[in-house]
């Protein structure tokens, strides 16, 4: 079905975004094709017209009779909005047919959608339409799906206590640790690890690490630290370990919130007193350090709100910061791709392919190398799909000879109270293979059952 093409019908959206309630001056189409009959209705002359029937007017106000033989336009009420008719869908976009003037933009609209009050387009689409001024809500992305939810109810001395019971002694009652810390969520794992050093002198990562060993005892330890900590910690020894590990620091700093960001600030002056931004700068260089430092700040933008002319502008000037020109104006790729919202983020995405034939992604591939790409490719990678993104680093840690552990574990238990349901969907869907298959084939004994746990 093409945008339809009724005589002087207005364009959609109109200047102000908002679809004309009434205009006078504009014709109607008759409704229903067939003249005096209204589908659902009796046919007979002498039956009254029902009122009650949702998306009819009532006509007439008077005497509510049935309409004569002839038929007359509908709607005759002037207030009486004529879009959208005669089934509340948005028009499919029909991109052999002429461009229609006024039509919303070049990306196609889904079907079955309607724009909300006030001219917003619907906020399900995957992207919004492509018109100067129109101003499309986020994408509504998939709510977040975790894999441990809270327990119900909860006690946090009686879970310390089955603890110490399973830690008392010779030997380990590894089943015990894993029922807590593994079925457990973040808030009350912490509860948990307060109440086990008030009721016993000593804190639980000590006594677990004394216990334990392996990449059991790392997935435990993560567990029973506050989340901002165990980041704080895993950003420390990416840059302070042997050589740095570019990928745990672009994977943390480009998939963070404003919020996790400044929680992990916090928590790395409180543990090893001083900045974060001290040792990004110390141990990286180059491009790559101005993007690790802007994004270390959390102050991406917030807003939910897209306006398309200032998406337009910036996916132009990344074009001219790149193809355009030779050489690569960084400071523009880095000033955009750091700060902007992710729903901005995903606008200018489509704006580039749609102006310049090719994906923002290719783009900075073709202009930038190594870490600097890395860094810039998973921002737009999280922008298009978060959970996608941890798929693709959750099977890269498990693929080819040898598991990268810390990688999985980190993934694994600083994502299950938040969306790892949805990053198992994204794994499935991108490896037609399901995540639990892959990482209990690639673990075993106690790291395995710990992990199949968190996994759900």
Not at 220 to 226: D, I, N, T
Not at 250 to 259: D, P, R
Request: hydrophobic content about 35%; glycine content about 8%.
């Amino acid at each position: 079905m093409s945008y339809p093409n009724y005589p002087n019908y207005p364009s959609y959206p109109a200047s102000t975004d908002v679809y004309p309630a009434a205009q006078p001056q504009q014709p109607y189409p008759s409704y229903p094709p067939q003249p005096g009959i209204y589908p659902g209705y009796p046919t007979d002359q002498t039956s009254a017209y029902p009122v009650s029937q949702p998306g009819y007017p009532s006509y007439p106000p008077a005497n509510n009779q049935y309409p004569p033989a002839g038929g007359l336009p509908y709607p005759v009420q002037p207030q009486q909005p004529y879009y959208p008719a005669p089934t509340p869908a948005y028009p499919q976009y029909n991109a052999s047919a002429p461009q229609q003037v006024g039509y919303p933009g070049v990306v196609p609209p889904p079907i079955g959608l309607q724009p909300a009050p006030g001219g917003i387009y619907p906020s399900s689409a995957p992207f919004a339409p492509s018109t100067v001024g129109y101003q499309p809500q986020q994408q509504q992305m998939e709510p977040n799906i975790p894999t441990v939810h809270p327990a119900s109810p909860f006690d946090a001395r009686a879970d310390a206590d089955v603890l110490h019971k399973a830690m008392k002694g010779l030997g380990t009652d590894e089943k015990a640790l894993i029922t807590i810390l593994c079925h457990r969520t973040s808030s009350q794992r912490a509860a948990i690890n307060l109440a086990y050093k008030s009721g016993y002198g000593k804190d639980l990562e000590s006594k677990l690490k004394s216990e334990l060993s392996g990449a059991f005892e790392k997935v435990m330890v993560a567990l029973c630290l506050p989340v901002a900590d165990y980041m704080a910690r895993e950003m420390y020894i990416a840059i302070n370990g042997m050589g740095t590990n570019e990928g745990t620091l672009v994977e943390i700093l480009c998939s963070g919130t404003n919020q996790e960001i400044r929680e992990i600030n916090a928590a790395y002056v409180r543990l090893y007193g001083h900045p974060m931004e001290k040792d990004i700068k110390g141990d990286t260089s180059g491009v790559f350090k101005m993007l690790l430092v802007s994004l270390a700040q959390g102050q991406r933008d917030e807003n939910q709100m897209v306006d398309v002319a200032k998406a337009k502008a910036d996916a132009q000037r990344l074009f001219q910061a790149g193809a355009a020109k030779l050489g690569t104006d960084e400071s523009t790729f880095n000033s955009i791709l750091a700060t902007r919202s992710w729903a901005h983020l995903r606008q200018v995405m489509a704006e580039y392919q749609t102006m310049h034939g090719h994906t923002l992604e290719r783009a900075v591939v073709s202009e930038f190398s190594a870490n600097a790409e890395k860094g810039l490719l998973g921002i737009l990678q999280c922008a298009a799909n978060r959970p996608g993104y941890f798929a693709q680093r959750l099977h890269n840690a498990i693929k080819g000879m040898g598991t990268k552990d810390q990688n999985l574990i980190r993934i694994i238990v600083s994502r299950c109270d938040i969306d790892l349901g949805n990053i198992k969907r994204e794994y499935e869907k991108k490896f037609n293979r399901s995540l639990q298959a892959d990482v209990a084939g690639d673990t075993s004994g106690d790291y395995k059952k710990a992990l199949l746990a968190l996994l759900g």
